[in-house]
């Protein structure tokens, strides 16, 4: 697609429960970002991919957060155990990866994330 | 403290007047400075980016910074109530697309036609 796509754009879950946050970058984008923006709030970050593998992870909160992106295209935000507090939009981002111009990083318009 | 720090508004102005957003922060690491605009229910989309001090202008849109004095600013000219969004200030140690944003926390922008 022209545009990085989140899927789905909004989900409802009980506490206790486990969810999965899909994100689909622009093709051929090496570098996968995701961001969690509370309400009133700036996105803040979560972990970065190039290619596979998480090549910084520092903003994940605690162990019940986990992403993949297995084949370098696709990723998957999961979340364990799921607490009130993890209610927030979750943002994907996308970006080619460079050494000498600024590499735009292009945002979906993320998963509205709800724990009831 | 916050690493960048953003005045929330809401801000109110009629159209055509300038608007003046701005961020202030304490890492003196940061060498990347963007403006991304954020309308209700959708991504931030990128308005500006600056790696040096001064000004850089787009159209409408004037991006200051001050590295010097930590603070950035975000000018718009002829404001129309388009640019009615919230405005975020995103900073970054490097450009390489392979660095971590941190972002203020927005400023909530009306324009009053």
């Known amino acids: 697609g022209a545009g990085v796509s989140q899927t789905p754009s909004n989900k409802v879950t009980e506490k206790g429960k486990y969810v999965e946050l899909r994100c689909d970058p622009i093709s051929g984008h090496t570098a996968l970002y995701w961001y969690r923006q509370s309400l009133g709030q700036g996105p803040e970050f979560l972990i970065y991919?190039?290619?596979?593998?998480?090549?910084?992870d520092s903003g994940l909160p605690n162990d019940r957060f986990f992403a993949v992106r297995p084949e370098g295209s696709v990723s998957t935000l999961k979340i364990q155990r799921t607490e009130r507090g993890d209610s927030a939009v979750y943002l994907c981002?996308?970006?080619?990866?460079?050494?000498?111009?600024?590499?735009?990083?292009?945002f979906g318009q993320g998963t509205r994330l709800t724990v009831v | 403290q916050k690493e960048v720090e953003q005045d929330p508004g809401p801000l109110s102005v009629p159209e055509g007047a300038i608007v003046s957003l701005n961020c202030t922060y304490s890492n003196s690491a940061f060498q990347y400075f963007m403006w991304y605009r954020q309308y209700s229910r959708k991504g931030p989309e990128l308005l500006m980016y600056?790696?040096?001090?001064g000004n850089k202008e787009d159209g409408r849109f004037t991006a200051q910074v001050d590295k010097s004095s930590k603070y950035i600013s975000l000018f718009i000219r002829d404001s129309q109530p388009s640019d009615s969004a919230t405005y975020l200030c995103a900073m970054s140690v490097s450009n390489f697309g392979n660095e971590k944003l941190t972002f203020g926390t927005g400023t909530r922008l009306t324009i009053i036609p």
């Open positions: 981002a996308s970006s080619l990866s460079g050494t000498e111009t600024n590499t735009e990083a292009f």
């Open positions: 991919f190039q290619g596979t593998g998480a090549a910084d």
């Open positions: 600056t790696y040096s001090s």
